[in-house]
């Protein structure tokens, strides 16, 4: 359980300026490797924290639980497995990507329990998607996330304050249950 999501939310804060201060062309010519483990590694601790602040419960707005997300689907058209994980020409139906909204909370879990992770880039080097498929739906679907939603939706979730909340105890749970948490911005 998080205590105070102040704390999380300026780390996600700091995961979005460094995606948008490394995912450059300038970076990727500097140092490919470097960048591209920066940026990557921004966007899973970012897909963790956010998880981590919808699993708590109180601590982001009911407009945050249910935030969305356009995405691409994209159907696998081969087995994918240890030795068949990276895209190739023939491995998914490319030519018949689907368009899709999606949960930010579905793509966190995506991104943390991924079997199947890689980017796009534009010319320069870039990010400009990444394509992301969980252990259980990896022979099922894959989806293309473009960056520019991901940075969007950290920036949602870092901004994201509760100013009212309703709530009730429920004597079969023992616990209180929130009905209403409304959305300010910080």
């Known amino acids: 359980m998080i205590y105070d999501s102040h704390p999380w939310k300026q780390d ?12 450059t062309a300038e970076r990727f010519d500097q140092n490919d ?3 591209y483990t920066v940026v990557e590694k921004s966007i899973f601790y970012s897909a963790f924290i956010i998880r981590k602040l919808l699993d708590c419960g109180g601590k982001l707005s009911d407009e945050a639980d249910r935030y969305v997300i356009k995405a691409k ?3 696998p058209l081969v ?31 995506w991104l943390i329990h991924s079997y199947l992770f890689f ?16 252990d259980y739906d990896k022979n099922k679907v894959l ?16 901004t994201d304050d509760i100013i009212r909340t309703s709530s009730y105890y429920d004597e079969k749970t023992d616990d209180y ?3 209403r948490k409304e959305r300010g911005v910080r």
């Not at 030795?83 to 793509?107: A, L």
């Not at 293309?144 to 979730?157: G, H, L």
């Open 33 to 35: 490797i470097s960048t």
């Open 143 to 158: 989806y293309n996330i473009s960056m520019n939603d991901w940075v969007t939706y950290i920036e949602y979730i870092a």
């Open 12 to 23: 996600l804060q700091r995961r979005k300026r460094l995606i948008l201060k490394y995912n």
């Open 73 to 75: 689907s994209i159907k």
């Open 79 to 109: 087995h994918i497995d240890l030795m068949q994980r990276w895209p190739e020409e023939n491995s998914h139906d490319w030519e018949h990507e689907r368009n899709v909204t999606v949960s930010g909370k579905d793509v966190c879990n």
């Open 119 to 134: 980017t796009e880039s534009d010319e320069g080097g870039a990010i400009i998607n990444f394509c992301v498929s969980s």
């Open 177 to 179: 249950i929130y009905t």
